[in-house]
């Protein structure tokens, strides 16, 4: 079977087992067994595919795991990370958190960062990567996803992994920011939560009965691991808007921005 022959089966089989976006992963699971970019199908389609590894393929993507589980790796920010079960996923508003932490980052003479609930490491390492000069403390506590973390963060000097919760204390330095992209999903939400994102870690997605445990956490203990002057940047669920200014009382300036979808997604705040 080539290129071309895989593809058509794979959208037929895709819809025919009501997975959703059919064609767009029938193509990257089809470039990922050949071993090409997306942008160089139409430039292979008579290439062979390994019909065992596709049907592999098809069918855990039939059972409703995520596209990016199964190929292992997805884009994020200038950087492929990769992925698996324990980790989850990049998401492309977490890049519009990036941008918001260059921007302030490249204000500093080697920033001192600290990327709490690091996952996979896409926004730190995303980060470590565009401002050279800088230092940034990954941390995270699932043994999983730190595998990841470790992996795509090898070869890195100016990145530094941590294995440990964040209520943890810590013998650490100041920071000139610190990063998170925290669970802030309600418990009683988990449930009806999409097939797909029910394959990613309870653990990445678990914020407590209202979603605000861990800003909680950021706020009562990180606040004077942030040096004076010192900038918190944080992912929010969309309804957390007004409810996180409440929470972060510990800092000044609490300001809410919202994403490419007009959803309440980024909080900036000051340690004045």
């Not at 958190?97 to 690091?118: G, R, W």
């Not at 490491?121 to 940034?136: D, H, Q």
């Not at 996803?145 to 941590?162: D, I, P, R």
């Not at 691991?225 to 409810?243: M, P, V």
Request: charged content about 30%; aromatic content about 10%.
């Amino acid at each position: 079977m080539n290129v071309s022959e895989a593809y058509e089966y794979s959208v037929l089989f895709l819809k025919a087992n009501g997975v959703d976006e059919p064609e767009f992963k029938a193509k990257n699971i089809i470039c990922e067994i050949v071993s090409i970019k997306l942008g160089q199908f139409d430039f292979h389609k008579n290439d062979f595919v390994n019909t065992k590894k596709l049907a592999d393929f098809l069918w855990r993507l039939k059972s409703g795991e995520p596209l990016q589980y199964v190929i292992g790796k997805w884009d994020f920010y200038e950087s492929e990370f990769e992925v698996g079960q324990g980790v989850l996923i990049p998401r492309p508003e977490t890049e519009e958190l990036v941008d918001e932490v260059v921007k302030f980052a490249k204000t500093l003479n080697n920033p001192l960062i600290f990327d709490l609930c690091s996952g996979s490491g896409c926004i730190g390492i995303s980060i470590a990567k565009k401002i050279p000069t800088s230092t940034v403390y990954c941390i995270e506590k699932s043994e999983q996803a730190f595998k990841y973390l470790e992996k795509n963060a090898n070869g890195l000097s100016n990145v530094v992994t941590l294995l440990a919760d964040i209520n943890d204390d810590f013998d650490l330095p100041q920071a000139d920011i610190i990063v998170s992209n925290p669970p802030y999903i309600k418990s009683n939400e988990l449930s009806s939560l999409q097939k797909e994102v029910q394959f990613e870690p309870k653990m990445a997605l678990d914020g407590g009965i209202d979603g605000l445990d861990f800003y909680r956490i950021i706020n009562d203990k990180w606040r004077t691991r942030l040096k004076k002057n010192g900038r918190l940047f944080l992912e929010i669920g969309n309804d957390q808007g007004e409810s996180i200014k409440d929470t972060l009382i510990s800092f000044t300036n609490v300001t809410v921005k919202k994403d490419i979808y007009s959803n309440d997604r980024i909080v900036i705040a000051e340690n004045d």
